[in-house]
Nanobody, 128 residues
Framework: HVQLVESGGGSVQAGGTQRLTCTAS??????????MGWFRQAPGKEREGVAA????????VYADSVKGRFTISQGDAPFTMHLQMDSLKPEDTAMYYC????????????????????WGQGTQVTVS
């Protein structure tokens, strides 16, 4: 049973930075290379993809709204992924979720929420 836990949310002023971390457990073998993605959902809006990267390496993908400001990277611990968020804007305020799902042929990831089957509980990021 795969479980995901996010950490690092909180309140920050516009222009500030935050770093989110997601740790996945329950993968039976270290040879599995799923995509791990970050998604967010603001009140009254649909959940949207923010960034994704395949565990073990690959090409990161980003939503246009965060390109150049957010960076996704794999952590040192197995199945750990970080999301470094710089130059935060009030419109970045949302509940941020971590999720895992299968990678595509060639190791790339997509940012479509329905493709991801395992989800964390989320961590709130508020930018004022």
């Amino acid at each position: 049973h795969v479980q995901l836990v996010e950490s690092g949310g909180g309140s920050v002023q516009a222009g500030g930075t935050q770093r989110l971390t997601c740790t996945a457990s329950g993968y039976a073998t270290s040879t599995i290379r799923p995509c791990m993605g970050w998604f967010r959902q603001a009140p009254g809006k649909e959940r949207e993809g923010v960034a994704a990267l395949r565990i073990g390496g690959g090409t990161a993908v980003y939503a246009d709204s965060v390109k150049g400001r957010f960076t996704i990277s794999q952590g040192d611990a197995p199945f750990t992924m970080h999301l470094q968020m710089d130059s935060l804007k009030p419109e970045d305020t949302a509940m941020y979720y971590c999720a895992t799902g299968p990678s595509r042929d060639g190791g790339s990831c997509l940012l479509s929420p329905p493709l991801y089957s395992n989800w964390g509980q989320g961590t709130q990021v508020t930018v004022s």
